[in-house]
């Protein structure tokens, strides 16, 4: 392992002046802050399996020519609201990238299908970002599982557009449209799935179902075949490189970050008294909101909050509100649950450090933004022990991270940290100051380690990790 002295970074050139060790075309693919600390009790050391974690004082060199970048998304937009249709933590991670890449110099296309008659053809999300809508399928919401049908017209209409220094895909549909036009223009490819796909007979904590017939073979080919793989946690990695035989030399971990300025705490810190507790999420059994429904429901009365449950049903899952109002309804709590339906990042913000606790019960999360967003707010995080969210959480740190799915296991957790306003504080001051380590500029300046070492002076395709 190679180690410097931290500095802080927003763009390469400004960084370039700390780098100590080895030249440009050995730099490692795996760039995390040193002082990010996952847990990984359960997992022993990534590093064994993983090329080597450097801290982010290790940067790529200056003066190189600025890139076109084309960031894939074909299901979802990122132009979307988080928690509206399939608009998730996915969304969010690539718009925020994208901005802190366009920062840094870069120009930056994120290319999706239009979903509606009524887009524009292309929007300016901010200086150096264009979004661009391709004609792909009916111009409406479809089903998620129903877009492989889309891939190739999707990868026709992306064809027409660049040219592009490298194509960067997130999720399996983007990189099946994509995958082939990066090796018919001769530009590396670089794979983000943000979920993996497990066998419909396994329990939901192993992943996402398949959803469209070709996903689970398509992942396989796609971690094998793409130039790099960024995964956005040390969980995940460890899928692509188990699950799916991706090569660990070319697995690279980069963390998302948060935007500290709107994710913040109140001031004053909110009315003591019940309060709320909130999940936000899309509404869909993965995301375990019927568990945070029945934890609160077993929560003594006394200290009991209202749950407030943000987020928006996607096509695939008609009638699980409904059902999930049932299930309040059932227990006797039918009058303590709010749905708010999708927010504006505003608006999330404002609701999140209005919270007394924020509930993740995901079966699976390959991060878990909202629970590092929870804790840059500085309130207490409650989360399931599924995949990424084991690093998002520091259990016992910044929050709270359990293994039982049993409703009274949680409802005891919550009742804690409610009943003791001391751990609340403690967890909530930890929970901001871990958030701070991670923000947008370091986790753009993550890819870009991975890009320079595809493209450029000294790239290497075939051999991207240092031993």
Known sequence: MITTTTTTTTTETDTANAIVGPTFQNLPLVPIPTDYRPDRTERGNPSQRT????????????????????????????????????AGGMNVVVREQAAALAAAGHTVDILTRRSSFELAGTVQLTPGVTLRFLDAGPAEPVAKGDHEAFIEEFRLRMSTMGPYDIYHSHHWFSGMAALPLARLCGVPHVQSFHSIAADASTPLSAGERPESPGRMAGE????????????????????????????????????????????????PEPDAGRGYAIVAARLQPLKGLDLAIEAIAAVPEAVRPELVIAGDTSADFDGYVDELGSLAARHGIETGVRFVGPQSRVALAALLRGARVVLIPSHSET?????????????????????????????????????????AVWAGAITTVLSNPGLAKRLSDAGRKHAE????PRSAAGLLLVYRALVGPGADRQHLAIA
Do not use: K, M
């Not at 290790?58 to 928690?83: Q, R």
């Not at 971690?223 to 946690?233: G, K, L, M, P, T």
């Not at 599924?386 to 910044?398: C, F, I, K, P, Y």
């Open 51 to 86: 090329p080597n974690l450097l801290g982010y004082d290790l940067l790529v060199p200056h003066l190189l020519p600025p890139l076109h970048i084309a960031l894939v998304c074909l299901h979802t937009s990122p132009g979307a609201e988080p928690g509206s249709g399939d």
């Open 220 to 267: 396989v080919w796609l971690a094998h075949e793409s130039d790099a793989i960024v995964a956005i946690s040390a969980a995940e990695a460890e899928t692509v490189v188990q699950s799916l035989g991706g090569s660990p030399d070319r697995v690279a971990i980069v963390p998302p970050g948060v935007d500290g300025g709107l994710f913040r705490p109140t001031t």
């Open 367 to 407: 991060f878990g933004l909202v629970a590092l967003e929870g804790a840059a707010s500085g309130v207490p995080v409650v989360a399931a022990a599924s995949g990424g969210l084991r690093e998002a959480v520091l259990h016992g740190d910044t929050g709270v991270v359990l293994e039982s799915r049993d409703p």
């Open 437 to 440: 380590v991670l923000d947008w």
